[in-house]
């Protein structure tokens, strides 16, 4: 009650209500010379080890994390985890918390799978051979939770209900950082079922 009284005043008096920006969240490169790169660094440090680069007009940048002096961004360059200085990083507007995060992609290991999304549509792939694309009917939040989505998915003869985490994840394969876990239930018209996890990312790339 003391709580919800103090956000009521603060909204008739005016005053600064925060808004939560989670990760991960996509970002745009700026204020890089169009001859020149944005170099991303083993440690947010601007003397470490350059893992790789961004092109000056790159967008869709996944950042994952800040360092603690919030001056760099953790992402990724090839197969591993680095930072790049976020004076030239501008995270895009309407990224808030609560927000589902634009998956673009999920995957694991053991089995190994795929499960990209586009236009609404969801394409589950397998190196077995499975290649299964199903049509979004459904997502949302939890009711209790800002950090936890659910999607639900299917076509003739195929349903998957995904539940998508703000939370680390590795695919164990690689030294990059994934910041969205995914757990996936799979059920078939013929009465099997699987369930497999993995990690997600927001990028394109």
């Given at each position: 009650?003391?709580?919800?009284?103090?956000?009521?005043?603060?909204?008739?008096?005016?005053?600064?209500?925060?808004?939560?920006?989670?990760?991960?969240?996509?970002?745009?490169?700026?204020?890089?010379?169009?001859?020149?790169?944005?170099?991303?660094?083993?440690?947010?440090?601007?003397?470490?080890?350059?893992?790789?680069?961004?092109?000056?007009?790159?967008?869709?940048?996944?950042?994952?994390?800040?360092s603690d002096d919030g001056?760099?961004?953790?992402?990724?360059?090839?197969?591993?985890?680095?930072?790049?200085?976020?004076?030239?990083?501008?995270?895009?507007?309407?990224?808030?918390?609560?927000?589902?995060?634009?998956?673009?992609?999920?995957?694991?290991?053991?089995?190994?799978?795929?499960?990209?999304?586009?236009?609404?549509?969801?394409?589950?792939?397998?190196?077995?051979?499975?290649?299964?694309?199903?049509?979004?009917?459904?997502?949302?939040?939890?009711?209790?939770?800002?950090?936890?989505?659910?999607?639900?998915?299917?076509?003739?003869?195929?349903?998957?209900?995904?539940?998508?985490?703000?939370?680390?994840?590795?695919?164990?394969?690689?030294?990059?950082?994934?910041?969205?876990?995914?757990?996936?239930?799979?059920?078939?018209?013929?009465?099997?079922?699987?369930?497999?996890?993995?990690?997600?990312?927001?990028?394109?790339?």
């Open positions: 009650m003391i709580l919800r009284a103090l956000v009521v005043l603060l909204f008739l008096s005016g005053g600064p209500v925060a808004v939560a920006e989670p990760f991960p969240a996509l970002y745009d490169v700026v204020g890089v010379a169009r001859d020149d790169v944005l170099n991303i660094r083993a440690e947010p440090d601007a003397r470490a080890e350059i893992l790789g680069t961004f092109a000056p007009d790159r967008r869709g940048v996944e950042v994952g994390a800040v001056g760099w961004g953790q992402v990724n360059a090839g197969g591993r985890s680095g930072w790049a200085s976020l004076t030239y990083l501008e995270r895009r507007d309407g990224q808030e918390d609560g927000d589902f995060p634009p998956v673009r992609r999920c995957l694991g290991t053991e089995p190994f799978w795929s499960l990209g999304q586009g236009a609404g549509r969801w394409r589950y792939e397998t190196p077995g051979g499975i290649d299964v694309t199903m049509d979004e009917t459904w997502r949302g939040r939890s009711s209790g939770r800002l950090d936890r989505f659910g999607v639900v998915m299917g076509r003739a003869g195929m349903r998957a209900r995904m539940v998508v985490a703000r939370q680390s994840c590795s695919d164990g394969m690689s030294d990059k950082a994934f910041w969205l876990t995914a757990d996936i239930l799979i059920e078939r018209s013929d009465g099997e079922r699987e369930m497999i996890s993995g990690c997600c990312t927001i990028s394109s790339r």
